[in-house]
């Protein structure tokens, strides 16, 4: 009877699970296929809008207040977003295949990329990153303020993967970053050594779980033991979909080529005693505080480890750029209307 009932929860654990997979994805699915028909039904109305232009603002003004009579318990027929929907037809009323993507993202990732990225190539690369990646809000802005693309795209990216990888060279290039930026305002004044790497490497982390997809967390001070000696990779991480580890080192200095040596031989150690037969060669990533670019070059030649080096910045303070830059009260008055009208 024991078996029986062993078996039986077995079983049952196995029915549960497939049922709540086919729950979750049937939500995701309606989740998407509602954000979509949302953002066309802003199209359409923008439409009429921007066909309705010579009767000036009062004709949104009028159709605000009728379709918050019409549909009391429907968010987003405040003036300022029927602005918004006109805008958004404007933007995108010679191109129906740029509608057609855009209809994939929410609503206010729309608005803040109209807003702040005005090259639409750019804002294309965005939006199927935001796609792809599954960005919130949060994210979207963080990558827009760091300038991702010109990080990730423009600039020039520092590894041997081409060289040293079978496959997946160009994605693993992909979780490379030129530079990496990293926001330590909490830094004390007269912060030590210790204290930045610290709080860099608690950051780096973050970012990399946050913002890199398919990063998952093993371990920092990860202790590696060879030759009945110990060693400790800063940060350890496995790719999901690179299906490898990636060992992450810290330098609060300029580039040497004997970081590369390291690194190499810390790769070397995990494929030989972590990695199992079914995942690829492990990864490495170093940053630097500094890098003379040619002296990197050669050093990744002579390294048959596939190994990325890049530069990181920080900031422990507001710069007057950064100042000038922040929100004035009408955009926070602007940006809470856009919350309330999207609750």
Known sequence: MQDDNNNLSRDFHEIFEDIKNDVTKTQFEIMVNANVNLVKLYFRIGKTIFENSNWG???IDFLSIELKVTFP?????????????????????D????????????WKHNIILMQKIKDKNIRKWYIEKVIEEGWVESVLLYQLDTNLYMRQVESKKHNNFELT????????????????VFDLIELTENYKE????????ERLKNVLLELG??????????????????????LL????????????ELKTCEFIPEFGSKLGFYLTALDEKIKDENDNPSIGILLCQSKNNEIVDYTLKYINKPLGVSEYKIFNELPDSLLKELP?????????????ENE
Do not use: W
Request: hydrophobic content about 35%.
């Open 165 to 180: 990888l079978k496959e997946n060279s160009e994605l693993a290039s992909h979780i490379m970053k030129e530079p990496y």
């Open 57 to 59: 603002d009062k004709f």
């Open 213 to 234: 997809n398919g990063f998952s967390f093993v371990g920092s001070q990860y202790k590696i033991t060879v030759g009945n000696q110990d060693f400790y990779i800063d």
């Open 237 to 248: 991480f496995y790719h999901i979909k690179l299906k490898c580890y990636v060992a992450v």
């Open 73 to 93: 318990r429907q968010k987003g027929f405040s003036i300022r977003n029927l602005k918004y929907m006109k805008s958004f037809y404007t933007e995108y009323k």
């Open 194 to 201: 210790k204290e930045l790497e610290n709080k860099m490497l």
């Open 95 to 106: 191109d129906d295949e740029f509608v057609q993507l855009v209809a994939q993202i929410p």
């Open 328 to 340: 004035t009260a009408e955009d926070i008055n602007l940006h809470l209307d856009i919350e309330e």
